[in-house]
């Protein structure tokens, strides 16, 4: 079986989220490659080094380098493995993660060109970041959604007497965690029961900024910090809405988690999210930073709950096609 590295940033040991590296390396180690994971090194730097040490450690022996890619600073990350990956005459394949990559073929076009380019294919997860690609030109590109395992999660029915929110991300300003709160803000002020749940790690600050805005306006927000996947997925039973509040996304796996475990999503339209989420069919879609949107569409699903059954089951079952059993087959194609 082939030999892969594996670049990214494994931190789910250092309190952070859970990322693809380390579930597609997981999953891929099942079927038999044998992977070599880099890094877990918390600080930035030593994190870089670790990822080019690696790639030079073992370039006689690994035939694949994998490459999460996103698209702020870790943007470099990628682009200096993949220089070393050229040097060393290396297959590499960038894995497209970054909601906002699109906007970084813009402010870097040179190294864009170098690390896309070069590349042996770069998996996209999603349509919208195929056809931004596509779009400039990029010709190397393979559209390879996020995974989950569907057995590990079991559809329920919800009842919808009192609103009961999730919200599943770490907190970084690019998720826009306050708007969650503002949304459990004007629905108590419009008298409705309500409460809100948020699962995650602190990424920037934006934990406490969120504990804080919560206690200004004076609403009590359950906030659990980092949860194991095994954990969330079995709190989310007491939930009936699940709410994605971000500014940027591409393909986030906590809403294709949502989906199959029957809960109704309701997301901002952004990145990848419409590619995924067909309004009023299998979700709902609201424009970004808007509260009273999302108040709307809670109200009306709540007040209708035979569409809310439905938007579950549809949900159900549009993430089957993101199941490992199915997505690992993809994989299989590119790394034989």
């Known amino acids: 079986m082939k030999n892969l590295l594996y670049i990214g940033n494994a931190l789910s040991q250092k309190a952070k989220t859970v990322t693809t590296i380390e579930t597609l390396g997981a999953s891929l180690i099942k079927e038999g490659y044998n992977v070599k994971i880099t890094s877990s090194k918390k600080n930035k730097f030593m994190r870089l080094l670790e990822m080019l040490f690696s790639i030079i450690k073992y370039r006689k022996t690994i035939d694949y380098v994998l490459i999460d890619t996103y698209s702020t600073q870790n943007f470099y990350y990628a682009y200096l493995s993949a220089k070393l990956c050229k040097l060393f005459k290396l297959k590499y394949v960038p894995i497209l993660h970054g909601g906002n990559l699109p906007e970084r073929l813009k402010k870097s076009p040179n190294k864009s060109r170098f690390l896309f380019g070069n590349a042996l294919v770069n998996i996209a997860p999603s349509n919208y970041t195929k056809l931004a690609f596509e779009a400039k030109a990029y010709c190397k590109l393979i559209g390879i959604p996020n995974s989950i395992e569907l057995e590990n999660y079991s559809f329920h ?28 803000f004007q629905l108590q002020q419009k008298g409705v029961k309500s409460s809100l749940c948020m699962i995650g790690p602190d990424n920037d600050g934006s934990l406490l900024i969120a504990k804080k805005y919560a206690k200004s306006l004076n609403v009590d927000v359950e906030f659990t910090g980092k949860l194991a996947k095994e954990e969330w997925i079995n709190r989310a039973k007491e939930f009936n809405i699940f709410i994605n509040t971000t500014n940027y996304d591409n393909m986030p796996v906590s809403v294709l988690e949502a989906m199959a475990l029957g809960l109704p999503v309701i997301s901002t339209n952004v990145g990848g999210i419409p590619y995924l989420i067909a309004h009023s069919e299998n979700g709902i879609l609201v424009p970004p930073n808007n509260t009273n949107a999302f108040v709307n569409a809670i109200l009306d699903l709540k007040n209708n709950t035979n569409k809310a059954n439905k938007i579950a089951i549809a949900a159900r079952n549009i993430v089957k ?14 790394l034989k």
């Not at 029915?157 to 709160?181: C, D, H, Q, T």
């Not at 096609?321 to 194609?333: H, I, P, R, T």
């Open 157 to 184: 029915n919800k009842a919808f007497g009192e609103i009961k929110m999730l919200w599943v991300r770490s907190f970084s300003s690019l998720y826009n965690p306050n708007l969650a709160i503002d949304v459990l």
């Open 321 to 334: 096609q993101y199941d490992w059993e199915v997505v690992k087959l993809q994989w299989k194609s590119i």
